[in-house]
């Protein structure tokens, strides 16, 4: 009895802390944290806040998009498309306008990545949230105090914790190094050793193409979630992020793209390759775009989506 | 079906409630049986034909050897029970050691090749050792309790039923010996159950796996290939101190709520972990870590193979046969077996040099020393459990000696810290004999339920049920 008292006060404080001083912004423990958390605000936040979305995997979820376009970037790294199409068709009203990634198309749904993110508690009491879990509660403290303007000023609040590792939701080294101009490394390593053996095996990966019959079912996934989320008055666009040349030749996203070209009309792709070249862009491990590239593509990107919008 | 989950905490309150009925009562052994049966049939209720068949060898072998008139026979039943339960484990374990499964899919048809494909039963390498365990020590009949045992032959069945799937230690242990388990084998009070000791070892499990482990794990996977290229010499230490505490509180979450439910059922468990980390030796080690396999290992291995007592050469060969078979029981991949040899070896090597290596036993700087050294032995020894192919564990180790510099990702670390802490208090308290009482413990418990509710990680498999 004396525990589920203690239980009971020590909740009680802690629901009254997150009350009257909310997180005022979400910071994670890690990249698998970050995506759940994401998922959580978009699945609970405000729908009406979002007149479109980017879905994706991690390729697309270092694309910086603001809040102020009403734009929200749902790419999950290491995830999947489909999982964040599942996520889209949980809410009441989505948004207008949605951008899918297709390089990952063949990545199948995280079942267990909606459940944990989708439960009825964290539906119904925000307490039970990703974001306002102790841990991170009290990393986001650390970040933003409640009280607003902290006696140190916003730069200094950032040198004093970057040691503790708190000046980015998102802990991954790559996605804070590439995407966030003012952190990136002022000196970007050459591309040296490692990094071509790094493209040596993504390349015998990419070579091994994509069984076709998991493919096929992938697309008659997507067929559906587009049906469904067409009939609710939003309009998909399917986008292609760009990778190495080397790997862009590949055997799998050919694959993905001439299977995918073939079952949907041009009208469902965006191709950003007849406005830019993308053969001099720069990756930092094949795969995800380099600082510079990453927010000149979103630039473009986010452009192109308000004209959608408009 | 997993400790942490809904569908257990259901199944255990139904359980629970049906176990202490009075009017059940008479049937309480059969309800702990039929419940244990559900429990591990949940997810794939085939693989009871197996469960069933190695209950049956192991009751009929061991009621044979307690029946049988002269000591040949007593042998002869004992080891013919004895190599069956290993033929199992064999058989269903380490198969995969000698054929790929693929190539086996291409090249051939029919039953023996379902039969080959046959997925790893889950507490395989549990249920088999409890077999083996009984009998042996229904063939010594060293315990009192042994020489006086003389059921009938379905009270000797359902006993061993009940020793073999008891559903808290079916899955992932600990090992009970039998003479300590059959004892045990009466009816229970509610009015005995001791919920101060249930409840305070299920709470710290809960909060060790699901709050420790589970949040660890998103940190750990950096560990992963090709990840862990990217990363310096300070990171990658963190890393492995991180998996080093992830694997504890896994391990240790999950025996301490083995053995909390046990007691709600009126049973008591060995304890599995005495806070291992802060072992002076890597003999010391085995004998805080994973307690039950180790004592199991000593009693039906080392001592059988001769132990100490044959001399030095001999007491370091049976060390590393021990130590090569406890790796290999671990799972079928090399990677076990040399993580047992590591261990082996640094045993022999400790031994060897146990007087330069025990110089100034009571100075603290060399204690803290000791203890260091141990637990970087033992963490590098956690990289085999961690990277199973061979090659990630030299790359991860070969990136640990270049990757120097003092690039630093704070990230990663500091969250470590952070789930590292409860880990090195719990060990702290420990040294420093802090006993709690009524209130301050209630408070305790109160913060770790308040976390095991709110900061869960997501639900990450054990990782001894892979074994």
């Known amino acids: ?310 | 079906m997993d400790f942490t989950s809904g569908d257990f905490f259901v199944f255990c309150t139904v359980v629970f409630f049906l176990y202490y009925i009075p009017v059940l009562h008479k049937w309480q052994q059969l309800v702990l049986i039929a419940a244990s049966l559900v429990f591990y049939a949940w997810q794939a209720p085939i693989l009871l034909v197996l469960l069933a068949c190695s209950c049956l060898i192991s009751s009929w072998s061991s009621y044979g050897v307690l029946t049988a008139n002269n000591s040949s026979g007593r042998i002869r039943i004992a080891a013919l029970g004895v190599v069956a339960n290993l033929m199992v484990l064999a058989f269903f374990k380490y198969k995969f050691l000698f054929f790929d499964p693929s190539q086996l899919r291409a090249i051939h048809a029919g039953w023996t090749r379902t039969v080959l494909l046959l997925p790893l039963p889950i507490g395989i390498s549990f249920y088999t050792f409890h077999g083996i365990s009984l009998l042996v020590d229904c063939y010594r009949g060293k315990s009192d309790f042994f020489e006086q045992y003389k059921p009938n032959f379905w009270r000797h069945i359902f006993d061993t039923l009940l020793y073999l799937v008891f559903f808290p230690q079916l899955i992932a242990g600990p090992i009970v010996k039998s003479k300590d388990f059959f004892p045990q084998i009466q009816i229970k009070r509610f009015t005995q159950i001791n919920w101060d000791y249930a409840c305070n070892s299920m709470i710290v499990g809960f909060f060790l796996k699901m709050v420790i482990a589970n949040n660890m794990q998103d940190q750990t996977f950096w560990m992963n290939a090709p990840y862990y290229k990217a990363h310096s010499t300070l990171n990658l230490s963190i890393l492995l101190i991180g998996y080093s505490v992830q694997i504890f509180a896994d391990f240790a979450g999950y025996s301490l709520i083995a053995l909390g439910l046990a007691a709600l059922f009126g049973y008591r468990l060995p304890e599995n972990f005495n806070f291992p980390y802060i072992s002076q030796s890597i003999a010391e080690f085995w004998q805080r870590w994973h307690i039950s396999l180790s004592s199991w290992l000593r009693d039906y291995l080392y001592i059988p193979l001769g132990g100490n007592r044959k001399g030095m050469l001999r007491t370091y060969l049976n060390l590393i046969i021990v130590m090569f078979l406890g790796g290999l029981w671990h799972g079928a991949a090399w990677s076990f077996a040399i993580w047992g040899l590591w261990h082996g070896v640094g045993l022999c090597v400790e031994r060897f040099f146990f007087k330069i290596f025990f110089v100034g036993a009571s100075n603290r700087v060399m204690i803290m020393l000791r203890v260091l050294f141990v637990f970087t032995f033992v963490s590098f020894g956690w990289l085999f459990f961690k990277l199973q192919n061979f090659s990630d564990v030299i790359g991860y180790v070969s990136a640990l000696i270049t990757h120097l510099g003092w690039r630093f990702d704070p990230a990663v670390p500091w969250v470590i810290f952070l789930l590292s802490l409860p880990v090195i208090i719990y060990h702290l308290a420990y040294i420093l004999c802090i006993k709690l009482t009524m209130w301050p413990r209630a408070i305790l418990n109160g913060i770790l339920l308040f976390f095991i509710i709110t900061n869960a990680g997501p639900n990450v498999a054990f990782v001894y049920f892979q074994f």
């Open chain 1, 1 to 310: 009895m004396r525990t589920v008292f203690c239980l009971f006060f020590f909740g009680t404080l802690y629901w009254l802390c997150v009350t009257l001083w909310p997180p005022l912004k979400p910071v994670y423990s890690g990249m698998w944290e970050a995506n759940r958390g994401k998922a959580q605000v978009f699945l609970f936040g405000d729908h009406e806040e979002r007149s479109a979305l980017l879905i994706g995997s991690s390729l697309s979820a270092r694309l910086p998009m603001s809040s102020k376009d009403k734009i929200y970037n749902l790419g999950l790294s290491g995830g999947s498309a489909m999982t964040g199409l599942e996520l889209v068709s949980r809410i009441s009203n989505p948004p207008k306008l949605i951008f899918v990634e297709i390089n990952y198309i063949e990545r199948g749904l995280d079942e267990k990545f909606i459940e944990s993110v989708d439960s009825t508690l964290a539906r119904r009491i925000s307490l039970f949230r990703i974001e306002n879990r102790p841990l991170n509660y009290f990393l986001s403290f650390m970040r933003n105090p409640p009280w607003g303007k902290s006696a140190i000023d916003k730069s200094d609040i950032h040198s004093f914790l970057r040691p503790l590792g708190l000046t980015e939701s998102v802990s991954d080294l790559k996605d804070r190094a590439v995407c966030v101009p003012e952190q990136a490394p002022k000196k970007q390593r050459p591309p040296g050793k490692a990094f071509e053996i790094n493209i040596k095996q993504k390349k015998s990966i990419e070579a091994a193409g994509v069984n076709r019959k998991v493919l096929l079912e992938r697309i008659k996934q997507l067929q559906s979630y587009i049906d469904k989320l067409e009939q609710r008055g939003a309009k998909v666009v399917l986008f292609e992020m760009p990778v190495n040349p080397q790997l862009q030749k590949g055997k799998r996203l050919v694959q993905v793209r001439k299977i995918l070209r073939s079952h949907f009309p041009p009208q469902y792709f965006y191709d950003m390759s007849k406005v830019v070249d993308f053969s001099s862009f720069t990756t930092s491990d094949g795969l995800h775009l380099a600082g510079a590239e990453c927010q000149f593509f979103a630039s473009h990107l986010r452009q192109e989506i308000m004209k959608q919008i408009q």
